[in-house]
C-alpha cells in the first residue's frame, strides 16, 4: 500500500469517533434525501407511472350483452389503431350487504360493477394486487383497492358479501384488493361467477379494454371509439371511459398534496446538504494539524488534500450505502400513505433516485471537503502544526466577553460564547435547527387547519338525524342516508326555534323516491324532532357557465344548518344563493353579483350572497332555497332530510321510533356520522412522518456537530475540569451551546413555518377547488407559538444530550493528555 | 468530603502505600508513601516514565489508586467521585501547567476569574480577589488583554494567579518553568519562591534539577514508580506577606 494509502486507512481507522460521525452524518442524510426525494418523484404524475407499468386501457367500452355477442366484442381488438385489448368481461352490477368480521359494522354498500375476470394480468389493464390473494375459484370475489382504506388494507379480507337482491342470495367471500389504473370495475369475480350475479332473465354487459396507437387528446381517443364502436352492431356499446377522464381526476387529487410533499421535501434535502456541509468541514478542520505533521513529513499540499478528501469520502461511502438501505425502507410507509393518498403510487423508490441522492451527496463531500483540505495544505507547515484542533485565536472573545459578564452560572455563560469561536459551523446548525422547527410549525398548522377543514366539511351533513327518500335501484330499502362531508352535502345544526317547523316539499318526486310531504310530516309528528329542512340534488345550469353545476335546494329553515362559510352569508330567502369556488371561478362572478340560473322554459336571477367551503364536484355548486328554482320554473323533491333533536331526546330510541314510522313510506333514518376524508387522514399521516424524519434528522445533526465541537475541545473540556468544574457543570456547558442555537432557530424557525402553511395551504385549497375559510388557517396562537417556538431549543437539547454526557464523563487526565 | 483542618502533626498530604497500575505495562507506582506538611515546597524528580505525572494525578483528584489511600487537606481523595472530586480541586488545590493551559478565548481576568465563578463565588469579591492577585503577580497591565498576546512567563503567573484564585491548601506545578526561556524559567522560579515564602504549600513536579534545588524545601526522587531518595532541600521559608492564602 501507498504512503498516502497508508495515511488514509490510518486517518480512518484510528480516528474512530469522527468516522463514525461522518457515517452516521451521510447515513441520515441520504436517508432523508431518499424518502424526499423518493415522495417528490412519486407525487409527479403519479397516474402516468402507475398507467405506463399497469399497461392502463386507454378506453374501457361497455356492450350490451343482449345486441352483441362476445365474439362480435373480441373482434374488436382488430379495430383500427389497437395496439393491444383485453376482454370481453362478462360485467354484473349488484348491490351487496356486507358480513362483516368480528369488530367492523355490517351494511349495505352501494351498487358494485363486478367483473368476470380468470387473471389480473393480460395486455392491458393489468391489476396490481394490494394485499390478500387473487380469485381462486368461484366463491371469492376481489375488490378495487379504495383510494382511501383509513380502516387498513387488510381491513376487509375476508369479509362475506351477499346480494339479497338476487336468486338464491349468492355470497362472496373477499379475497384480496386490486387496483385498477383506469378503474375499470368495482370488483372482479371468476368468469363463471357473473351468472349468478346477474337478475333472472337478465344478460350480463361485457367490457373490453384497449390500448391504443395514438391516445394522447380526447380527439384521438374519440376517433380511436368510433372505430371500435364501428365494429360491433350500431348501438351494441353502451358507453366507454376514456383514461383521460381518471386521469384528470387522479391529478387533481394528487395536486392538493404536491405542495406539501415539495415544502417537505425541500425542507429534508437542504438539511441533509447542510448537515453534511457542517460535518464534513469540520471533520477535515479537525485533521489540520495532522495535515501539518503530514507535510512535515514531506507530504505535498496535492497529497495532503488527496488524503483528507480519500479520509471523508471512504466513511461517507459507507454511509451513503446504508442510507440507501434505510432511506428505501423509511419510504415503504410513506409512500403506502401517498398510494393511499393518490391510488397509482409505486410502493419502492425510483431506481435512479438510489443512484442519484448516494452520488450527489458523495460530490457534496468532497465539495465540503476539499476547500478545508486544500486551505490547510496551502498553509506553512508550522503554521498547521501551530493552528492545531482548536479555533482560529481571536474568534468569539467578544461573545465570550459579555457572556463572562451576565449574571448566569459560569459554566452557562462559556456555553453561551461557545458557539461564537466556530461562527459558520454555528450558522450553519443554526439553519438547521431553524428548518426544523419550520418543518414542525408548518406540520401542526397543516394538520390543525386540515381537521377544522374537515370539521367545516363535516357541517354539511348537519343534525344528528338523516332521512332518505330514495329508494334502491334495485328496490330494496333505501340507502343509508350521506354521512360523508363533501361527497353529498346538507346542511348543519344551529339554535332552531325550539320547534319543528314544517319541510315544504314539492310534488311528489322522483321515482323509487318516497313521498316527500309525508316523510316531512312523520319527522315533524316525532316527539323530539326540534327542526328539521329538507335538500334535494340536482343538476342545473347557469348562464355563462359552461357544463351542468351541481344545484342543492333547500325546503324549509336552513339557517341552523349552514355550510362553513369561507365569505358572505348564509341565504336567507328565495332569489339568493351560496356557492363554491370552483362556481365562482367557472362563472367569473364574485360574492354580491348576480348570475342567472336557467330554467325549464323560464330563468331567473340569483344573487350569490355567500361563499361556502366546498370540496365536492370541483366546487361547482350552488346551494339555495327551493323557491329559486320555483321561479325558474324546476321543481325540487327532497332527497335528504336533516334533523335536529330536542335537547335530552335519545338518539337510538328516536331512530329507532322514527325509522318504523317511515318504514310504511319507504324512507329510512339513520345517525349522521361524522366523517373523515381519507385526503385528510392520509395527508396528516404522511406530514406526521415527514415531520419525524425531520425531527430525527436535525437532532442527529446536532449531535454530531456538537460531538465535534467537544472532541475539537476536549483539551479545554480538561482544563475546566482541571480548575475544578463539576460534571453536572461541564454537561449544562455543553447542553447550553447547544440548545440556545436551537432556542434562537426556534424563534426564526416557527414564523417561517407559519409563513410556509400561510403560502402553501390556499395552493391546496386551489388544488381541491375552494378556497380555506379564514378561520381554519389562524392555527397559530401565542400558547401555540410559544410550544413550537420551543421545539428548536428541544431538538437542539436532545442532540446534544449524549456529547454532554460524553464530554461529563471524558476523565479529565485524558482530555488534558489530548492535543 | 469531611474536611478538617491542618494542624502542626496532621500532614497536608497523607500517601499511603498507594499502587496505581494500568492496562499494560508494569505499575506506574508501587506502594508507595508519602507525606507532606503544610507549607513544605517539595519537588518530585525523575526521569520519564518514573511516576511523577501519575503522582501529581492521584493527589489532584484526576485519577483514582489502583490501591492504598491518598488524604489532601483531610479529604479521602481517593474515595471521591467526579463530582466530589471537582469540588475538591476548586475549593483545596490549585494547579498549574507546563503549556499554561489558559483558555485563549478569555481574557487574563477572565481566566483567573475561573475558578471562583464555577464555586459560584460573589462577584465584587471574585473580582477584588482577581485585581490583588494580578497585581501581586506584576501582570495587572494585562488584565484586559488575552493570553495569546503574553510571553511564556507571563502565561505562566497569569497560570498561578489561577491556581490561587480559590486560595488553595496545595499548590501543585507540573513542570513549571518546562516551556519557558531561561529568563521566564528564573521569574517563574522566583514566584513559587515568594508563594512558599508566604506559606503556600507546594508540591512541584519536574526533571529540572535547577528547578527544585531552588524552589524545594524537600525533594523526592522517583525511579519506577518508587520512592528512591527523599531528601531535604537547599531553600529554606523566609515568611512573608499572605496574598497566597
Not at chain 1, 319541510?503 to 311528489?508: D, P, Q
Not at chain 1, 347557469?542 to 353545476?549: E, L, P, Q, R, T
Not at chain 1, 334533523?643 to 330510541?653: F, N, P, Q
Not at chain 1, 402553501?760 to 378561520?775: K, S, Y
Request: proline share 6%; charged share 15%; hydrophobic share 45%.
Amino acid at each position: 500500500m501507498s504512503a498516502l494509502g497508508r495515511v488514509v486507512r490510518a486517518g480512518v481507522a484510528r480516528r474512530r469517533v469522527q468516522t463514525l460521525v461522518m457515517v452516521l452524518t451521510t447515513m441520515l442524510s441520504v436517508t432523508a434525501s431518499i424518502a424526499a426525494g423518493g415522495l417528490i418523484v412519486a407525487s409527479t404524475d403519479p397516474f402516468d407511472h402507475a398507467f405506463a407499468r399497469q399497461h392502463g386501457a386507454h378506453l374501457a367500452a361497455r356492450f350490451d350483452g343482449r345486441e352483441a355477442s362476445p365474439g362480435q366484442i373480441a373482434a374488436t381488438a382488430h379495430a383500427a389503431s389497437v395496439t393491444a385489448a383485453a376482454g370481453p368481461f362478462a360485467v354484473a352490477s349488484a348491490s351487496p350487504r356486507f358480513e362483516a368480521p368480528a369488530g367492523l359494522p355490517a351494511g349495505t354498500g352501494p351498487a358494485l360493477d363486478i367483473a368476470g375476470r380468470a387473471d389480473a394480468g393480460g395486455p392491458a389493464d393489468r391489476l396490481e394486487l394490494v394485499t390478500g390473494h387473487w380469485l381462486t375459484g368461484p366463491g371469492q370475489i376481489v375488490l378495487a383497492a379504495g383510494d382511501g382504506d383509513e380502516a387498513g388494507p387488510d381491513a376487509l379480507i375476508g369479509t362475506r358479501l351477499s346480494f339479497p337482491g338476487l336468486p338464491g342470495t349468492p355470497r362472496l367471500t373477499v379475497v384480496g384488493e386490486a387496483r385498477s389504473v383506469g378503474r375499470t370495475a368495482d370488483a372482479w369475480v371468476v368468469p363463471a361467477q357473473i351468472a349468478a350475479l346477474t337478475p333472472a332473465g337478465g344478460t350480463p354487459s361485457y367490457e373490453m379494454l384497449y390500448r391504443f396507437a395514438h391516445a394522447g387528446s380526447s380527439a384521438q381517443i374519440s376517433r380511436d371509439r368510433a372505430a371500435v364502436a364501428a365494429a360491433v352492431p350500431a348501438g351494441s356499446m353502451s358507453g366507454a371511459q376514456s383514461y383521460l377522464t381518471v386521469r384528470a381526476e387522479v391529478n387533481r387529487q394528487t395536486a392538493t398534496f404536491v405542495p406539501f410533499i415539495l415544502a417537505f421535501g425541500v425542507l429534508g434535502l437542504v438539511l441533509s446538504v447542510l448537515i453534511i456541509g457542517i460535518v464534513v468541514s469540520g471533520a477535515v478542520t479537525a485533521g489540520t494539524r495532522r495535515i501539518g505533521v503530514l507535510k512535515a513529513l514531506g507530504l505535498t499540499p496535492a497529497q495532503v488534500g488527496r488524503a483528507y478528501v480519500a479520509q471523508a469520502v471512504v466513511p461517507a461511502a459507507a454511509g451513503a450505502l446504508l442510507g440507501v438501505a434505510l432511506g428505501n425502507l423509511v419510504s415503504v410507509p410513506l409512500l403506502h400513505q401517498a398510494d393511499t393518498a393518490y391510488g397509482a403510487v409505486s410502493p419502492v423508490v425510483a431506481w435512479w433516485i438510489d443512484l442519484l441522492v448516494p452520488a450527489g451527496m458523495l460530490v457534496l463531500v468532497v465539495a465540503s471537503a476539499l476547500a478545508p483540505a486544500l486551505r490547510a495544505a496551502g498553509l506553512r507547515t508550522v503554521q498547521a502544526l501551530a493552528v492545531g484542533r482548536t479555533p482560529r485565536a481571536g474568534r468569539g472573545r467578544t461573545a465570550a466577553r459579555v457572556a463572562g459578564r451576565l449574571p448566569v452560572p459560569r459554566a452557562v455563560g462559556l456555553g453561551l460564547a461557545g458557539p461564537f469561536a466556530r461562527p459558520a459551523r454555528s450558522a450553519t446548525t443554526w439553519a438547521a435547527v431553524a428548518l426544523g422547527a419550520a418543518g414542525v410549525t408548518f406540520a401542526f398548522g397543516l394538520a390543525t387547519s386540515l381537521n377544522r377543514v374537515q370539521d367545516g366539511l363535516n357541517q354539511n351533513t348537519p343534525g344528528q338525524v338523516q332521512v332518505t327518500t330514495l329508494r334502491r335501484p334495485d328496490g330494496g330499502a333505501p340507502p343509508n342516508p350521506p354521512a360523508t362531508a363533501g361527497s353529498s352535502a346538507t346542511g348543519s345544526a344551529a339554535p332552531g326555534s325550539g320547534t319543528a317547523t314544517a319541510g315544504t316539499a314539492t310534488g311528489n318526486g322522483h321515482p323509487g323516491q318516497a313521498d316527500p310531504a309525508a316523510v316531512g310530516r312523520a319527522i315533524a309528528a316525532q316527539p323530539g324532532t326540534r327542526a328539521y329542512f329538507g335538500t334535494s340534488f340536482d343538476q342545473a345550469h347557469f348562464a355563462g357557465v359552461a357544463g351542468a353545476v351541481q344545484l342543492v335546494a333547500y325546503q324549509g329553515d336552513s339557517s341552523w344548518g349552514t355550510y362553513q362559510m369561507v365569505g358572505g352569508h348564509w341565504f336567507t330567502g328565495p332569489g339568493q344563493a351560496v356557492v363554491g369556488h370552483g362556481f365562482l371561478t367557472a362563472a367569473g362572478a364574485r360574492v354580491g353579483d348576480t348570475v342567472t340560473l336557467v330554467g325549464d322554459g323560464r330563468s331567473t336571477r340569483v344573487r350569490i350572497v355567500g361563499e361556502a367551503l366546498i370540496t365536492g364536484d370541483d366546487g361547482k355548486r350552488v346551494l339555495t332555497d327551493a323557491r329559486t328554482l320555483t321561479a325558474a320554473g324546476l321543481r325540487a323533491s327532497p332527497d335528504t332530510f336533516s334533523v335536529e333533536l330536542a335537547d335530552g331526546t335519545d338518539r337510538a330510541t328516536y331512530l329507532k321510533t322514527l325509522d318504523a314510522a317511515l318504514e310504511p313510506l319507504g324512507a329510512q333514518a339513520g345517525a349522521t356520522v361524522g366523517g373523515l376524508s381519507s385526503t385528510v387522514v392520509a395527508i396528516d399521516a404522511m406530514a406526521g412522518s415527514l415531520t419525524l424524519l425531520l425531527i430525527v434528522v436535525t437532532g442527529l445533526g446536532v449531535l454530531t456537530t456538537v460531538v465535534l465541537d467537544t472532541r475539537e475541545r476536549v483539551h479545554d473540556l480538561g482544563v475546566l475540569k482541571a480548575l475544578g468544574m463539576a460534571p453536572r457543570q461541564t454537561a449544562v456547558m455543553v447542553v447550553t451551546s447547544a440548545g440556545w442555537i436551537g432556542a434562537v432557530a426556534g424563534l426564526v424557525g416557527v414564523p417561517a413555518g407559519m409563513a410556509l402553511h400561510a403560502r402553501v395551504l390556499p395552493v391546496m385549497a386551489g388544488a381541491a377547488g375552494t378556497r380555506i375559510p379564514r378561520a381554519d388557517l389562524a392555527v397559530y396562537h401565542a400558547p401555540q407559538i410559544a410550544c413550537l417556538a420551543l421545539a428548536g431549543l428541544l431538538v437542539a437539547t436532545a442532540g446534544a444530550l449524549l456529547p454532554a454526557t460524553w464530554a461529563a464523563r471524558t476523565r479529565t487526565a485524558t482530555a488534558l493528555r489530548t492535543e | 468530603m469531611t474536611p478538617s483542618a491542618p494542624s502542626i502533626t496532621t500532614p497536608l498530604i497523607d500517601i499511603r502505600e498507594v499502587r496505581k497500575e494500568y492496562d499494560d505495562g508494569p505499575p506506574a507506582l508501587v506502594d508507595l508513601s508519602l507525606t507532606v506538611a503544610a507549607g513544605e515546597a517539595l519537588a518530585v524528580l525523575g526521569p520519564s516514565g518514573s511516576g511523577k505525572s501519575t503522582l501529581l494525578n492521584l493527589i489532584a483528584g484526576l485519577d483514582r489508586p489502583t490501591g492504598g489511600t491518598v488524604t489532601v487537606d483531610g479529604v479521602r481523595v481517593d474515595r471521591l467521585g467526579e463530582t466530589a472530586s471537582a469540588r475538591y480541586r476548586r475549593e483545596r488545590i490549585g494547579m498549574v501547567f507546563q503549556f499554561f493551559n489558559l483558555l485563549d478565548d478569555l481574557t487574563v481576568t477572565d481566566n483567573v476569574l475561573l475558578p471562583a465563578q464555577l464555586v459560584g463565588a460573589g462577584r465584587l469579591q471574585a473580582r477584588a480577589r482577581a485585581a490583588e492577585l494580578l497585581e501581586h503577580l506584576g501582570i495587572a497591565r494585562h488584565a484586559q488583554a488575552y493570553p495569546g498576546r503574553l510571553s511564556g512567563g507571563e502565561r505562566q503567573r497569569v497560570a498561578v494567579a489561577r491556581a490561587l484564585m480559590n486560595r488553595p491548601a496545595l499548590l501543585l506545578a507540573d513542570e513549571p518553568t518546562g516551556a519557558l526561556d531561561t529568563a521566564s524559567g528564573a521569574e517563574v522560579r522566583e514566584l513559587i519562591n515568594e508563594l512558599n515564602d508566604e506559606g503556600q504549600t507546594i508540591l512541584l513536579v519536574t526533571h529540572d534539577l535547577a528547578l527544585a534545588g531552588a524552589c524545594a524545601t524537600r525533594t523526592v526522587e522517583l525511579v519506577d514508580g518508587r520512592i528512591a531518595r527523599d531528601t531535604p532541600g537547599t531553600r529554606r521559608t523566609r515568611g512573608g506577606s499572605a496574598v497566597a492564602r
